[in-house]
């Protein structure tokens, strides 16, 4: 989480949105590819910091239930939100939303998927559309 805050708080502040990292509970380990794990966080993020306006709120944070064998790292934005009848297709490859098609190739949530599920994890969404959006990425604790 430490890494990215580091890597992305300066694209927020350049685009005047809030980027809060809580601090993560510090006896939590997972058995995974940082780097992958990072590849996904920030991929999640730039989307965050992507679509959401200035003024906006981006937040990464990390929640461990002890009755949970797994560990949820969130990402949630106050961007526009995903319309109920794209939410099934956000984690495929290639695809993008007409009415939010910007740059990029439609890889990167399908990337997050690919790592959640190497990890034996999952990723999943919630939005509300005028309100925003959060993924959340489930891991394996170790």
Same mark, same amino acid.
């Given at each position: ?15 005047? %949105? !809030?980027? $809060? ?5 510090? =006896?939590?380990?997972?058995? +995974?590819?940082?780097? *992958?794990?990072?590849? #996904? ?40 939100? %995903? !319309?109920? $009848? ?5 984690? =495929?490859?290639?695809?993008? +939303?007409?009415?939010? *098609?910007?740059?990029? #190739? ?37």
């Amino acid at each position: 989480l430490a890494r990215a805050r580091e890597q992305f708080a300066p694209l927020a502040a350049e685009k005047e %949105i !809030a980027f $809060a990292v809580p601090v993560a509970p510090a =006896d939590v380990l997972l058995m +995974a590819d940082a780097d *992958r794990v990072h590849q #996904a966080l920030g991929n999640l993020i730039g989307n965050a910091l992507k679509f959401t306006p200035a003024a906006g709120r981006v937040t990464l944070a990390a929640h461990v239930d002890p009755t949970t064998p797994v560990v949820r790292l969130e990402v949630a934005d106050t961007g526009p939100g %995903i !319309a109920p $009848a794209y939410l099934p297709h956000v984690f =495929d490859r290639f695809w993008q +939303a007409r009415e939010t *098609r910007r740059a990029g #190739a439609g890889l990167g949530l399908a990337i997050v998927k690919g790592i959640a599920e190497a990890h034996g994890g999952d990723v999943t969404v919630t939005s509300t559309v005028g309100e925003g959006t959060t993924f959340c990425l489930e891991l394996p604790r170790a």
